[in-house]
């Protein structure tokens, strides 16, 4: 299960070296092979490889008005391979998608992580924690922290 937020930055060549605590455990869920796609979210969605065929699976069985959701998911993956220095390649087209520049934000989300623009990630952020506190108590029904 993966958590926590890391402040990362691209090389010029569009590469993120991914946080040590999660590169051991990639290397044993998948030998470093991920699948990289854009999320309606606005940013990318990192997986690795197991994780994303059960995603790509119930993607496939989508119709009606929700093809247009399987065919962003669907048609922006791409698969990529951790490099021996821990780094995984992120294509151009991907970047310009996300609107990822050099500072970015990959945030643990179990299964899988999300990649971010680091400025759009703190505007999120801030906007979650400034969510009025009844509202919050009504979107927290449930939950327990």
């Not at 060549?13 to 796609?37: I, N, Y």
């Not at 119709?63 to 247009?68: D, E, N, P, W, Y």
């Amino acid at each position: 299960m993966f958590s926590g937020v890391s402040t990362l930055s691209l090389d010029d060549k569009g590469r993120l070296t991914v946080p040590s605590k999660h590169r051991d455990a990639l290397m044993a869920m998948c030998a470093g092979r991920l699948v990289l796609t854009l999320s309606p979210d606005g940013c990318l969605l990192v997986y690795p490889e197991a994780n994303w065929l059960p995603v790509r699976d119930q993607m496939m069985q989508l119709t009606g008005s929700r093809v247009a959701i399987a065919r962003m998911v669907l048609g922006f993956a791409e698969e990529v391979e951790m490099d021996k220095a821990g780094r995984i390649s992120v294509s151009r087209t991907l970047r310009d998608k996300a609107r990822l520049e050099k500072d970015v934000s990959l945030v643990g989300m179990g299964k899988k992580f999300e990649l971010w623009d680091a400025a759009k990630f703190d505007e999120l952020t801030q906007a979650t924690m400034d969510i009025p506190a009844d509202e919050l108590a009504t979107q927290m029904e449930g939950i327990a922290l």
